[in-house]
């Protein structure tokens, strides 16, 4: 077989192949040099039964997609003696049944625990609330509760799939919640795309839920329905596609600046895409002393004096491009500091970084596929990161969003402001010690204990703040 460039495989493509092969001490060897002549990561390989004729052998191991996943079947199935009987993709194994649940959190055995938790025990806590309805919150999940709200009509690097095909995507943010901040946070799938329709339901559910964590709904809709419901509700709103993946990114960037010598303050930076991320990323980094930054997308570098563009993008130009600089996203980074990508895959190329500052930060986040070729990006950024795990320095929501709302819901917060997202930047940047700074590791881990924390206690010394 011809040499093949190794797959950046992960777990996201893995599968668990059931072979029935003939008796031979030699067929788990020949398994295993099929998967990796096919660029397979084998991660395990089992005999789960034996007999006199035939062996079963189950062999576990990671694609880099779908159709790697088939290359490295057939690799197997070429095997001598050997029969494919079943392939499982672990990932929709994962999902059978959904990824989360309720469950009581006070014992129900007794007929004195039915008594009190249900009737006619639950009357007597009803009626106090409806007298004192400012305790609802400390007598009922709703202290520690988040509605997670989506339309269907941004998920992921999908697009428009629809409310149905969103769930498995709002499940899985309801189980980052519980996992790293321990709230509940409940899936709401709407079918619906009318921003009227979208900002009266929300407001109708919202007295059962102590915060709004807005999903995966397209730019520019989700601008004018995070600001109605922000003005609506009394519990805080959160928009993760954007204020998320901005506390993030300004934490990185200012960590990714501490490696090479250089300040929020005096840094150029350009923001490839002008949708709800990079709206939300340019605010918060034009809030912690950024001062030149220009946006590039499908219509060139922003400019206040195109016509074509719609409000938000203008709103956005006007705050970034006072001078009326028109051009490429070449032309936007000669001489600058720091590329930051939300926009799409192969929109810059890697011999543009060449000609941006001394030292150049590249954030390539479009994911899966990033905007450079990450191999070619690696031997001319000074810092890179990306959207993916497997690469270091991972932009990654989870770094922000639980403990957002742990520090939100603690301090029983009415609304998300800027001196809030910007304390949590602030903190997550402090994650990371000078001791372990280093161009490969500019943001923590997501299991590192400490993130969530330290990120709620920001955000709840923050509330109030002006």
């Not at 309720?102 to 055995?109: A, G, H, I, Q």
């Not at 150029?268 to 990079?278: K, P």
């Not at 596929?369 to 959207?387: K, N």
Request: glycine content about 10%; proline content about 6%.
């Amino acid at each position: 077989m011809a040499d093949r460039r190794p797959l950046p495989t992960g777990a996201s493509y893995s599968i668990t192949v059931r072979i029935y092969a003939e008796p031979s001490a030699s067929v788990v060897g020949e398994l295993a040099t099929a998967v990796g002549s096919a660029g397979g990561l084998l991660t395990a390989i089992d005999v789960s039964d034996s007999r006199p004729d035939r062996v079963t052998v189950d062999v576990t191991c990671s694609a880099t997609n779908a159709d790697h996943s088939g290359e490295i079947v057939s690799a197997m199935r070429a095997v001598p003696g050997v029969e494919v009987h079943r392939v499982s993709d672990r990932t929709f194994l994962l999902h059978l049944g959904g990824k989360i649940a309720v469950t009581s959190t006070v014992p129900l055995k007794t007929r004195d625990d039915l008594s009190m938790a249900y009737t006619p025990g639950v009357g007597r806590v009803s009626i106090a609330l409806a007298a004192h309805p400012e305790d609802v919150a400390k007598l009922t999940v709703k202290g520690n509760s988040v509605a997670v709200v989506t339309d269907g009509s941004a998920v992921l690097g999908l697009g428009n799939i629809g409310p149905g095909a969103a769930l498995p995507v709002m499940e899985g943010k309801a189980a980052l919640f519980k996992r790293f901040a321990d709230i509940d946070a409940w899936p709401i799938c709407l079918d619906t795309q009318d921003t009227d329709e979208i900002v009266q339901v929300v407001k109708a559910i919202a007295p059962g839920f102590g915060g709004i964590n807005l999903e995966d709904i397209s730019a520019p809709r989700c601008f004018e329905i995070e600001r109605r419901l922000r003005d609506l509700l009394d519990i805080p709103v959160f928009h993760d596609d954007q204020h998320g993946t901005a506390i993030v990114v300004t934490a990185a960037l200012t960590n990714a600046l501490r490696c090479v010598g250089k300040t929020l303050a005096d840094a150029r930076v350009v923001v490839a895409g002008g949708g709800a991320a990079g709206t939300a990323i340019v605010t918060l980094l034009i809030a912690a002393g950024v001062g030149h930054v220009l946006v590039w997308d499908r219509e060139g570098i922003l400019s206040p004096q195109d016509a074509s563009l719609n409000a938000a993008k203008r709103s956005l130009a006007e705050r970034t491009n006072p001078s009326c600089v028109v051009g490429t996203l070449r032309d936007a980074l000669q001489g600058a500091d720091v590329f930051i990508g939300v926009s799409g895959p192969g929109v810059l190329d890697a011999a543009w970084i060449e000609e941006m500052a001394a030292d150049p930060v590249v954030f390539a986040l479009a994911n899966p596929d990033p905007e450079v070729d990450i191999d070619a990006a690696q031997h001319r950024a000074a810092v890179l990161a990306t959207g993916r795990s497997d690469y270091p320095n991972q932009i990654n929501n989870v770094l922000a969003f639980p403990g957002v709302f742990r520090g939100l819901l603690d301090a029983r917060a009415r609304q998300v402001t800027v001196p809030m997202l910007l304390s949590a930047a602030e903190a997550l940047a402090g994650c990371v010690s000078d001791g372990e700074l280093n161009a490969a590791y500019i943001v923590p881990s997501v299991f590192d204990p400490a993130v969530p924390t330290a990120v709620a206690s920001a955000v709840g010394a923050a509330v109030g703040v002006s």
